[in-house]
């Protein structure tokens, strides 16, 4: 299978803004989920390339699908055990998962909604953002 790019959003240098990144992944299948699943593993995996990331080190994705032009992705409760906290680091965690998604199905979903081990709901990931609704990205 030939090599796509794929832009995944990291932190810049100081730490203080996202950055685009293209790099190459080889999708595991055809489909838009399974699409989904392999862009979202490629930016928990980004900090294994040198890239330094705003998701919590060791957060896994378990299920990633779409349903309409919704997306829900299932992360591993890392992604708030392990979290920094503060307002910011959470502003960017949150806008690294959206702004990966927008740029790489653009056409394909409207909003992301984040969910934690299994599928649950929780109110936030550092207490200052809700995530318990879906996110536009239009």
Same mark, same amino acid.
């Given at each position: 299978k030939?090599?796509?790019s794929?832009?995944i959003?990291?932190l810049d240098?100081?730490g203080?803004?996202?950055i685009?990144?293209?790099?190459? =992944?080889q999708?595991k299948s055809?489909?838009?989920s399974?699409?989904? #699943?392999?862009?979202?593993?490629?930016l928990?995996e980004?900090?294994?390339?040198?890239f330094?990331t705003?998701i919590?080190e060791?957060?896994?994705?378990?299920?990633?699908y779409?349903?309409?032009k919704?997306?829900? %992705?299932?992360?591993?409760r890392?992604?708030?055990g #392990?979290? %920094?906290g503060g307002?910011?680091?959470e502003?960017?965690t949150?806008?690294? =998962?959206?702004?990966?998604v927008q740029?790489n199905f653009?056409?394909?979903?409207d909003q992301?909604?984040? %969910?934690?081990e299994?599928?649950q709901?929780? #109110?936030?990931i550092?207490?200052?953002?809700?995530?318990?609704?879906?996110f536009s990205?239009?």
């Amino acid at each position: 299978k030939a090599l796509e790019s794929i832009d995944i959003f990291v932190l810049d240098r100081d730490g203080f803004e996202l950055i685009p990144e293209q790099i190459e =992944i080889q999708y595991k299948s055809v489909g838009a989920s399974q699409n989904l #699943k392999d862009v979202i593993r490629a930016l928990l995996e980004a900090s294994k390339n040198g890239f330094q990331t705003a998701i919590p080190e060791g957060t896994r994705l378990y299920e990633a699908y779409i349903d309409e032009k919704t997306c829900y %992705l299932d992360f591993s409760r890392e992604l708030y055990g #392990k979290h %920094l906290g503060g307002t910011r680091a959470e502003f960017l965690t949150i806008s690294s =998962i959206l702004k990966t998604v927008q740029a790489n199905f653009m056409d394909r979903i409207d909003q992301v909604h984040i %969910l934690i081990e299994g599928g649950q709901e929780v #109110k936030s990931i550092a207490g200052h953002i809700d995530i318990s609704r879906s996110f536009s990205i239009r």
